[in-house]
């Protein structure tokens, strides 16, 4: 049980640190990481019948034991992707309709307004549009962005080779919408952000739990393996 308690230690410590999420602690979250210690309890059931059988010759053993261990690393490697992908599509609705509700604070740029945006913008170099985005109000910042969207990937020169990228970097688009969202319903992003928080809990977990498995195979399988590269 020695894998169970270590890794339980793990989940103390992350339920700790989730202690300060706004809309507190998900009542079902510790049940879900307890999941988690049910696979390692039965791979250390599994290993203890697999040493006891009088029947197995020591190479037998070591590769009963492997089987075991990788089956409990796709088990968790499951549960893994079961819950991030989850909490994924979860925050991906929240940001969208977080998004629509702020962008609708601001007056929807006119079809002229986004063809004359795209004409200036496109004899200034791409240094230039990132200085007029920075200091554009939110209003105007809309126009840009929508004006962007319509003219999609531009070609570039960066040095000697030619690229093609858009007029803004998407990750800078991103996070001017995203403060733009903080700034109007800041409830609302710090939820996102507690969703974020959880999924990289399920994420750190189950590489807490997969390193503890590689750390007990070693000792499992004998001196002789504990060299061998684990995948």
């Known amino acids: 049980m020695a894998l169970t308690q270590d890794f339980n230690l793990h989940v103390?410590?992350?339920m700790q640190s989730l202690d300060s999420l706004q809309?507190?602690?998900?009542?079902?979250l510790h049940t879900q990481l307890s999941?988690?210690?049910?696979?390692?309890a039965q791979y250390d059931s599994e290993v203890g019948k697999i040493e006891r059988d009088l029947h197995l010759?020591?190479?037998?053993k070591a590769a009963r034991v492997k089987t075991a261990y990788d089956a409990a690393r796709t088990a968790i490697d499951k549960w893994r992707i079961g819950k991030t992908a989850g909490i994924d599509a979860q925050t991906a609705s929240q940001q969208a309709k977080l998004q629509a509700q702020t962008d609708k604070l601001l007056a929807a740029p006119t079809d002229i307004q986004v063809r004359n945006?795209?004409?200036r913008l496109s004899s200034f170099d791409p240094l230039e549009v990132e200085v007029l985005y920075a200091s554009a109000t939110d209003a105007d910042r809309r126009v840009i962005e929508v004006a962007a969207d319509a003219v999609g990937r531009q070609p570039?020169?960066?040095g000697e080779q030619l690229v093609w990228e858009p007029l803004?970097?998407?990750?800078?688009?991103?996070?001017?919408r995203a403060a733009r969202v903080e700034r109007a319903n800041p409830e609302g992003a710090a939820a996102i952000r507690d969703s974020q928080r959880i999924r990289s809990t399920y994420e750190a977990l189950a590489g807490a739990a997969k390193g503890l498995l590689r750390e007990s195979l070693p000792s499992r399988l004998g001196s002789d393996a504990a060299d061998a590269p684990v995948a």
């Open 23 to 28: 809309g507190g602690v998900p009542s079902g």
């Open 57 to 60: 010759s020591e190479d037998g």
């Open 12 to 14: 103390s410590l992350h």
């Open 156 to 158: 570039h020169k960066r």
């Open 117 to 119: 945006m795209v004409q």
């Open 168 to 176: 803004i970097a998407t990750e800078r688009v991103a996070a001017v």
């Open 35 to 40: 999941e988690v210690s049910s696979i390692l």
